[in-house]
């Protein structure tokens, strides 16, 4: 080992924080989430136990231990909307992993797994202790951030206005009926539009989101709660629908990346969910958000800034500043569950050894199996960490033979994240067994780029 690499390796092991699997573990992260508006959580691929794990019992410290009010996912606000009622207990003839079901699409196991059903069981029992005891003023919320169900979001809205509207259900049918022909895939209504075989559906939908925006929808229930919140839900899937149009017409044209699209709508989408909980609560609400590390970290500090693009992590920084906290992870080795190709079956694969120069190898030469790392403050630690390196991410795709190419990028970490949390071997994800694929199903999550 050089001298360089002996210097950065005992700074590392200076600063780092043993994980010994004690409810202790986590306790900087908790004492820095004091205060915070978000706390973005990550992961370095969509198919790793340990990940998942440590991020739910962070988050379960988050909402018992500071009172956060919600989880926000990297998921379609219609599907995580019924994890939402599970955890409200608001379906109590569906169990948790009856609800899981309804993730039918490529990648099934990155929310219908093992860790995220035990997670629901955990809220579903701490939302109903706690308006039993009366300690809560409102449920702590399971929410979507992603783009992705622009048919069934807008089935969501006309079945929401048939309660409630009949009239303006008949309107949205009407607005949303030239994105019938797509509603199996999605994806080619972006072709169609560009290629000039189809009408864009831009101001038919917009209208629809604007008529959402400027009722009032109220069904109160017993506590007008749950009506609120179902009225905010259809006004999100409206504006689902308006962005996921953007979104597919942009993947094939020459303008401005879709990856902006998808992350600033996730971005909107947390801060009207902060707004309406804030308004809910009548005080501001603390979101715990739960994503990819390539959504969570701050683009600025990698070279996707190069290629002009950003993310949530980003945007939440450059808005809430020091009140924005983000938590990356690492592997160096282990399993992991991925596919090897688009729609292809989830297969248990092997992580290969990290690439000389990266920062999983720095992480691999430290003694400590599992540590944490605080980036925030300045030391000889951050410093040295300072220089950009590259970093792996894997996504729902994991292909080894092109693992330079397929899964690393350039990054400066001590700027892209407040802490980092590496787990030097890994588990595969287990996931919990459901259809693949949905007949009438729509693009697949993540797609295209994975992540």
Request: hydrophobic share 40%.
């Amino acid at each position: 080992m050089s001298r360089a690499r002996n210097r950065i390796t005992e700074a590392i092991e200076e600063q780092a924080v043993p994980l010994a699997g004690s409810d202790a573990d986590f306790d900087a992260i908790i004492d820095a989430a004091r205060g915070k508006s978000v706390v973005l959580i990550g992961e370095a691929s969509h198919g790793t136990r340990e990940f998942y794990a440590a991020r739910a019992a962070i988050t379960q410290r988050l909402i018992s231990e500071l009172g956060f009010a919600a989880v926000a996912v990297e998921a379609d606000w219609p599907d995580a909307y019924a994890i939402n009622r599970h955890v409200w207990n608001a379906s109590p003839e569906r169990t948790a992993r009856q609800t899981l079901q309804v993730f039918r699409r490529f990648p099934t196991w990155m929310w219908a797994n093992t860790e995220v059903l035990d997670f629901m069981d955990w809220l579903a029992v701490f939302n109903r202790d706690a308006r039993a005891s009366g300690t809560a003023d409102r449920p702590v919320g399971f929410y979507g951030l992603d783009l992705y169900s622009m048919g069934r979001s807008a089935e969501a809205v006309i079945e929401y206005l048939d309660r409630h509207d009949p009239g303006a259900a008949e309107l949205a049918r009407e607005r949303y009926a030239c994105l019938d022909r797509f509603a199996d895939e999605p994806h080619l209504y972006g072709q169609a539009v560009d290629y000039g075989l189809s009408q864009s559906c831009e101001k038919a939908i917009t209208a629809q989101l604007m008529d959402m925006h400027g009722k009032a929808y109220r069904a109160v229930d017993e506590n007008g709660l749950l009506g609120d919140e179902e009225a905010f839900g259809a006004a999100q899937n409206a504006k689902l629908v308006r962005d996921a149009e953007e979104y597919y017409r942009t993947m094939f044209s020459g303008r401005p990346s879709s990856w902006n699209l998808r992350d600033r709508h996730m971005f909107e989408t947390l801060e009207a969910l902060r707004d309406h909980l804030g308004q809910q609560l009548g005080k501001p609400a603390g979101v715990v958000v739960w994503a990819h590390n390539s959504h969570i970290g701050n683009a600025a500090a990698t070279d996707m800034s190069q290629r002009g693009e950003f993310n949530i992590g980003q945007l939440a920084k450059e808005k809430h500043g020091g009140e924005a906290l983000l938590i990356g992870f690492s592997t160096a080795v282990g399993e992991v569950t991925a596919a090897s190709d688009w729609d292809a079956p989830a297969e248990r694969k092997r992580v290969r050894p990290p690439l000389e120069g990266s920062y999983e190898e720095l992480f691999h030469a430290v003694s400590h199996e599992r540590f944490l790392l605080d980036l925030r403050g300045r030391n000889p630690m951050t410093e040295l960490l300072m220089q950009p390196r590259i970093q792996r991410a894997i996504g729902v795709i994991y292909r080894p033979e092109t693992e330079r190419q397929s899964h690393y990028f350039f990054s400066s970490l001590p700027r892209q994240y407040d802490f980092i949390i590496h787990y030097d071997e890994t588990s595969a994800l287990q996931a919990l067994d459901v259809t693949v694929k949905d007949p009438g199903g729509e693009a697949d999550d993540t797609y295209p780029s994975g992540l």
